[in-house]
């Protein structure tokens, strides 16, 4: 059973709206990363959080924005929603130092 | 910039078979983390591997065993006497870090049939 928990786990958008995912992770995981996967790809690394700062962005633009929050649950949020970013959102946590623990993430189309 | 290579798309064995899933990488870094993930059809992935890149010794897990080469920039994984439950999307990754920040290839599937 992963200690990294996603809501929702699909979600149908339109182009144009915002949407919000959330991710809830274990105590004491400070440290929370964000990925997205597209069908038949890889997951790509969007941002990462450690102690409700931003630590590290990958290469997708601002319209993708985080919050970390002190009792270890997290937000995506991703504005003017593109077809493109249809994908598997993937959240991960670690205390720290040590192993990385990801969700089963959200599915989210855009249509 | 870092890169990972996965070559093979798809791989079809019979269950027993050995498998073997190829993954090159590049990186201008000097000390970096190589890792392993399964990715089953419920999404998450599962951590198999870290090494870093000090440590070319290479490893064995139960069925799994893992061949790391610096000087090929080569991190390949073995499952050896391929079982049903071996069936998912292998991913092989690359950090700058000890963790996180994940670099990710594009997955090779594997499917397992009885």
């Known amino acids: 059973e992963t200690g990294v928990t996603q809501s929702p786990t699909h979600l149908i958008k339109t182009r144009g709206q915002q949407v919000t995912l959330r991710c809830s992770s274990q105590s004491g995981h400070n440290t929370v990363s964000w990925y997205q996967q597209a069908l038949g790809q890889g997951p790509q690394f969007i941002f990462q959080y450690y102690r409700e700062e931003e630590n590290g962005r990958g290469n997708f633009p601002p319209r993708f924005s985080g919050l970390q929050f002190p009792n270890y649950s997290s937000e995506l949020n991703v504005n003017a929603l593109e077809l493109d970013d249809s994908a598997l959102y993937l959240c991960?946590?670690?205390?720290?130092?040590?192993?990385?623990?990801f969700g089963s993430g959200t599915r989210l189309t855009v249509v | 910039a870092q890169k990972v290579t996965q070559a093979q798309t798809e791989i079809s064995v019979v269950e027993k078979e050995d498998v073997t899933l190829d993954c090159v990488y590049e990186?201008?870094?000097?000390?970096?983390?190589l890792f392993w993930y399964k990715q089953p059809p419920s999404g998450e992935l599962v951590f198999l591997i870290r090494r870093n890149s000090f440590d070319e010794q290479n490893e064995i897990s139960g069925r799994y065993s893992w061949n790391f080469q610096k000087s090929t920039s080569s991190f390949n994984f073995t499952i050896t006497a391929s079982q049903v439950v071996d069936s998912a999307v292998y991913f092989c990754?690359?950090?700058?870090?000890?963790?996180?920040?994940?670099?990710f290839g594009a997955g090779t599937q594997v499917v397992v049939t009885p």
């Open positions: 990754a690359l950090s700058e870090e000890s963790w996180g920040k994940f670099q």
């Open positions: 990186t201008r870094d000097t000390t970096y983390y």
């Open positions: 991960a946590s670690s205390p720290r130092g040590d192993g990385y623990t």
